[in-house]
């Protein structure tokens, strides 16, 4: 019997690979839309669904070695294998962004001569609506199943899809005016907006691995979990979180009456624990529990309970 985590896990990973084969399809388009065009900006964009496919990739990869369950030289699990995918695929946008640039030169050099521009335009269309289409759904899983390289994927993607309409309206324009010059352009502009694009997934990916906490409203519905099933505790203080991948580590100090027992206690911490696991999907809790005298001031924090 799978657990709803284990499901989750199968859909991701089952999503991963598709997203290979999206990839590959694109790219052949994209890379068909250069060769009939001659255009240097098709070039940029089909060299960066290049990218595409080496990120799905690893993508594909990271999430199925963040799926394995805990071992000994890993007991919290392998979830920040995601980030580090998210981090490769910023390292890969930047190669790219220098490989386009240095065409965009030599053809500024050599200058540029269309062929079939209609063919190659259209092809490119093709590509980037369902490059669209896929980074939706790429985000949209992403988010609700709480995973950091589909959602880095999904963001290059749709990225990508705003690149593609730059490209197909500066390379209309170049056609209409007899501006060739205009192509390598609009391959260096592409250049320097996925080079940023990189920048952006790394420190976002930087910023998971350095254990981000969760954001407010996750942690503000922490608070509003733990106030509704304290009862019989005290106080609840020095709630932390960290991320990690799809995983969600809650730590916090409760403060029961000194007189309780431990049987009581540990009976109102697998209250809390049940209750906040329910709510926050993925999330894995500690809690440290604590007489009355280490009890802090309203105003460190700490969250007052209702006591028995």
Not at 218 to 237: C, D, F, K, M, P
Request: charged share 20%.
């Amino acid at each position: 019997m799978f657990s709803e985590t284990d499901l989750q896990a199968s859909k991701i990973k089952r999503l991963a690979a598709i997203n290979i084969a999206v990839a590959l399809v694109v790219i052949v388009i994209k890379y068909l839309a250069y060769l009939v065009s001659g255009s240097v900006a098709l070039f940029s964009d089909a060299l960066e669904s290049v990218v595409n496919v080496m990120t799905a990739v690893t993508a594909f990869a990271a999430i199925r070695l963040s799926a394995k369950p805990p071992d000994s030289d890993h007991p919290y699990g392998h979830h920040k294998a995601e980030f580090l995918a998210a981090m490769f695929e910023g390292a890969m946008i930047a190669v790219a962004a220098v490989l386009i640039l240095l065409k965009a030169r030599s053809a500024l050099i050599e200058g540029v001569k269309f062929e079939q521009s209609a063919l190659g335009i259209g092809l490119n269309i093709v590509a980037s609506i369902l490059n669209g289409a896929w980074a939706w759904l790429l985000i949209n899983r992403g988010r609700l199943w709480r995973s950091p390289a589909l959602i880095a994927d999904g963001l290059h993607l749709y990225t990508d899809v705003i690149t593609s309409v730059g490209v197909v309206i500066g390379l209309t324009v170049a056609i209409l005016t007899g501006w060739h010059i205009l192509d390598p352009l609009i391959a260096a502009v592409v250049a320097l907006n996925i080079l940023w694009m990189g920048y952006r997934i790394a420190v976002k990916s930087m910023s998971g691995l350095l254990d981000e906490a969760a954001s407010p409203e996750i942690e503000h519905r922490i608070r509003q979990v733990i106030e509704a099933n304290g009862s019989g505790a005290l106080e609840a203080h020095d709630i932390r979180t960290r991320q990690a991948g799809r995983a969600l580590f809650i730590e916090f100090h409760l403060i029961v009456p000194g007189t309780m027992t431990v049987e009581e206690a540990h009976a109102i911490c697998d209250r809390l624990e049940n209750a906040i696991e329910t709510a926050i999907k993925g999330s894995e809790v500690v809690i440290h529990v604590e007489p009355e005298d280490k009890a802090k001031p309203d105003e460190s924090g700490a969250l007052p309970l209702e006591g028995s």
